[in-house]
């Protein structure tokens, strides 16, 4: 992708379609973003660990391991870039207990903050491909109420979402991140053939 599309407009549309007041269903805090949250309008704060977004955003949202044993929380690792992913993230979000994901990443990234990401990267993909690698094994060592087979798909699932990220990584994110930056700049899309800011 060249440029950037802001999803904002028809993520409220969705919201407002849905009946839910938005300042309920965004109330993640900045401070708390997961880490390993791509740059962009869509972030998760202090999720719950039931990891189920990805039911409705398996191309936006991955789960962590924060909490050990094949538990932690979500994040976004890849904004939506036109209204059909807008309105599956919408719901991905929706779909988490604690309401702790955000949409008001325009009013903290910078562009600066946004190289500094993609600068330290090799850190989030190391963590993606360790991750993958564990959650994709049979013998991940499943435990406590995890301990039924039927688990196995989850973890398949969730390795699928950090080999999807490490792809991303590797092949789509520096041109999104580019035209994040000039939106964040200028506040509006790039016009077809305009240069991008460099990473």
Same mark, same amino acid.
């Not at 962009?40 to 962590?64: K, N, V």
């Not at 992913?85 to 946004?114: I, K, M, P, Q």
């Given at each position: 992708?060249?440029?950037?599309?802001?999803?904002?407009?028809?993520?409220?549309?969705?919201? !407002?379609?849905?009946?839910?007041?938005?300042?309920?269903?965004?109330?993640?805090?900045?401070?708390?973003?997961?880490? &390993?949250?791509?740059?962009?309008?869509?972030?998760?704060?202090?999720?719950?660990?039931?990891?189920?977004?990805?039911?409705?955003?398996?191309?936006?949202?991955?789960?962590?391991?924060?909490?050990?044993?094949?538990?932690?929380?979500?994040?976004?690792?890849?904004?939506?870039?036109?209204?059909?992913?807008?309105? +599956?993230?919408?719901?991905?979000?929706?779909? !988490?207990?604690?309401?702790?994901?955000?949409?008001?990443?325009? !009013?903290?990234?910078?562009?600066?903050?946004?190289?500094?990401?993609? %600068?330290?990267?090799?850190?989030?993909?190391?963590?993606?491909? +360790?991750?993958?690698?564990?959650?994709?094994?049979?013998?991940?060592?499943?435990?406590?109420?995890? +301990?039924?087979?039927?688990?196995?798909?989850?973890?398949?699932?969730?390795?699928?979402?950090? %080999?999807?990220?490490?792809?991303?990584?590797?092949?789509?994110? !520096?041109?999104?991140?580019?035209?994040?930056?000039?939106?964040?700049?200028?506040? &509006?899309?790039?016009?077809?053939?305009?240069?991008?800011?460099?990473?």
């Amino acid at each position: 992708m060249t440029g950037y599309w802001d999803p904002l407009p028809t993520a409220r549309s969705v919201v !407002e379609r849905l009946g839910e007041p938005a300042d309920r269903l965004f109330t993640g805090r900045w401070e708390h973003r997961n880490w &390993r949250n791509v740059p962009g309008p869509f972030y998760a704060g202090e999720t719950d660990s039931l990891a189920i977004g990805r039911r409705d955003a398996p191309d936006h949202i991955c789960y962590d391991d924060d909490l050990g044993g094949g538990i932690g929380f979500e994040f976004i690792y890849r904004q939506p870039v036109d209204e059909r992913e807008t309105e +599956a993230v919408v719901h991905g979000c929706r779909a !988490e207990l604690y309401s702790g994901y955000n949409w008001d990443g325009d !009013e903290h990234w910078t562009a600066g903050a946004v190289r500094e990401w993609w %600068r330290d990267r090799g850190r989030v993909r190391e963590w993606a491909v +360790a991750t993958a690698a564990d959650w994709g094994a049979d013998t991940h060592p499943h435990w406590g109420f995890n +301990a039924d087979p039927q688990f196995l798909g989850h973890y398949h699932d969730a390795a699928r979402g950090q %080999r999807d990220f490490v792809a991303y990584l590797d092949d789509g994110l !520096e041109g999104y991140l580019r035209g994040y930056v000039f939106w964040l700049d200028l506040r &509006r899309e790039p016009r077809p053939g305009e240069a991008l800011p460099r990473l």
